[in-house]
């Protein structure tokens, strides 16, 4: 497989907006991890990991990421704001991309410039993709342990 099948979708026909995709955000995420020349398996373990985080944190991300475009943009007003909460999107591509420089941020694998070389793989800006990296970092130095919580709830007593 190469660059241009991880691009392709597939169209239906009564839905020409609607694609299903051909690779899973896993199999992107270890691809582009793969074409940085990274091969260990700790450090795919890891991609599978926060790539899991970034996924059950995608609203977050996304949401973030508008914010951060209206607060970058000069001259926004409020009208200018919805269209653009509305409109933008965090695509799979560049999630993948983001997940990829947050792993290696994150686990301190010395490679120079992974954002760089990630955003021209995915044709898109090295702010961007360093961006989303920087999110996903925070979501997971963040992330509260999936403990449960060992005290009870505290009724409220009803005063007569």
């Not at 896993?26 to 260990?40: A, K, P, T």
């Not at 795919?44 to 607060?71: C, F, P, Q, T, W």
Request: aromatic share 8%; proline share 7%.
């Amino acid at each position: 497989f190469g660059y241009r099948d991880l691009l392709l979708s597939v169209y239906t026909p009564p839905f020409s907006d609607y694609r299903i995709p051909l690779w899973t955000t896993l199999e992107i995420s270890e691809f582009l991890m793969r074409r940085l020349g990274v091969e260990e398996n700790t450090m795919l373990r890891a991609v599978g990991m926060v790539m899991n985080l970034a996924e059950y944190h995608r609203y977050d991300i996304d949401k973030h990421l508008r914010l951060r475009s209206m607060s970058n943009t000069p001259g926004s007003s409020s009208s200018s704001a919805s269209v653009c909460l509305t409109t933008f999107s965090l695509y799979n591509l560049h999630l993948c991309a983001g997940v990829v420089a947050a792993s290696i941020k994150y686990m301190d694998y010395p490679l120079a410039t992974p954002s760089t070389k990630l955003a021209r793989m995915v044709r898109s800006s090295t702010g961007y993709i360093r961006a989303i990296a920087d999110k996903i970092v925070n979501i997971v130095t963040t992330s509260p342990p999936n403990e449960p919580k060992t005290e009870p709830p505290q009724k409220k007593r009803r005063i007569l």
